[in-house]
């Protein structure tokens, strides 16, 4: 009887903003680690999602273990913040076995083209699974269509998958494609490790995703999060600070009688009690740092290390 092969490799999870990545990410995982937002350009730098899986296919019997790696979504403009996070997602795709490229199923095609001649002219080119996102947005006629419109570029994937995580999700159908072509390699982390990623930078995530869910037009763009302090206890306290780009913002965090932040504190507690199975004490300042997403030292300072980007 042949053994149990052990796989494990580390899947650059890429595309457009929006395009339904850290949700499906979050789902395969079953725990919501990942900030997601129906606003687009949420995730700012890479977070790896380490995700157990088991089956059977040609190669043989396997445990796997794939590390997804969460990345912006691939985007060009001119704020150091921006291209610190399109580094994220080049480097995601250079340093990985290979990647999974997410394209909403009413996206045209030439975005999946656009995404091609950018790996190759950036040499980051990696074999990578195409997944149609979001296929309850269409009809079933109009996604096989759109599945149809995809033929011609096989060459360039290793096979194409229309999931939705709205209607009929199943994990292990996503899972046993990519396992399918990840390399065979001893685990390389504790088998109940779900990130690389410390608490507290879940944490910060969180607290961003409150910010995108509680206020609207640019400040979410225009903002970010410091954990200030966090001490661990019976009861989890966390100290943060929303930094915001113009003092014109701040009215708007703190809102009325300070209904806003209550609101944006009550909503990052609850999930970061989910997250931790225990009570949390959150205490939120606001602070503005004008120029914080064009300054090197103050992004550095919040958690984006520009240090290794090419000039
Ligand atoms: N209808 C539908 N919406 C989805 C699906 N998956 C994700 N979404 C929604 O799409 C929006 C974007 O989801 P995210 O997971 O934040 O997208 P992302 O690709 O990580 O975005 P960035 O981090 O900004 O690059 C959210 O409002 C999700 O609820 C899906 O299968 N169907
Ligand atoms: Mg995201």
Redesign the pocket.
């Known amino acids: 009887m042949r053994e149990t092969q052990t796989r494990c490799g580390f899947v650059a999870t890429l595309?457009r903003?929006?395009?339904?990545?850290?949700?499906?990410l979050n789902a395969l995982l079953g725990q919501k680690l990942s900030l997601?937002?129906?606003k687009?350009?949420?995730?700012r730098k890479q977070l790896n999602l380490i995700v157990p899986h088991s089956g059977a296919d040609e190669r043989g019997a396997y445990d796997a273990q794939i590390v997804f790696v969460d990345t912006?979504?691939i985007h060009h403009q001119e704020k150091l913040l921006n291209k610190y996070m399109l580094h994220q997602s080049l480097r995601a795709m250079s340093d990985c076995d290979m990647g999974m490229y997410?394209a909403p199923a009413s996206d045209e095609i030439r975005h999946y083209e656009e995404f091609l001649n950018l790996s190759r002219d950036k040499a980051v080119h990696k074999r990578h699974i195409l997944l149609l996102?979001?296929t309850?947005?269409l009809d079933n006629a109009t996604l096989m269509r759109k599945i149809a419109q995809y033929q011609p570029y096989q060459s360039h994937y290793l096979a194409l998958l229309p999931v939705?995580?709205?209607r009929g999700f199943a994990p292990s159908e996503v899972l046993d494609v990519v396992a399918r072509f990840l390399p065979d390699s001893a685990f390389l982390f504790d088998e109940e490790c779900v990130t690389t990623a410390q608490t507290r930078e879940i944490v910060k995530e969180l607290i961003r995703e409150s910010l995108f869910m509680n206020l609207s037009d640019e400040i979410p763009y225009e903002s970010d999060v410091l954990i200030q302090r966090y001490e661990e206890g019976e009861i989890e306290r966390i100290y943060a600070t929303i930094i915001l780009e113009k003092q014109s913002q701040k009215g708007v965090v703190i809102g009325a009688g300070a209904q806003t932040i209550k609101r944006i504190g009550i909503l990052a507690r609850k999930n970061i009690e989910s997250l931790l199975g225990k009570r949390v004490f959150l205490k939120l300042e606001v602070s503005v740092q004008k120029g914080w997403s064009k300054e090197e030292k103050k992004l550095k300072k919040i958690g984006y290390d520009c240090a290794d980007m090419p000039r």
């Open positions: 595309g903003p929006n395009a339904g990545k850290s949700t499906l997601t937002s129906h687009a350009n949420a995730t912006p979504g997410l996102s979001k309850d947005t939705s995580v709205r």
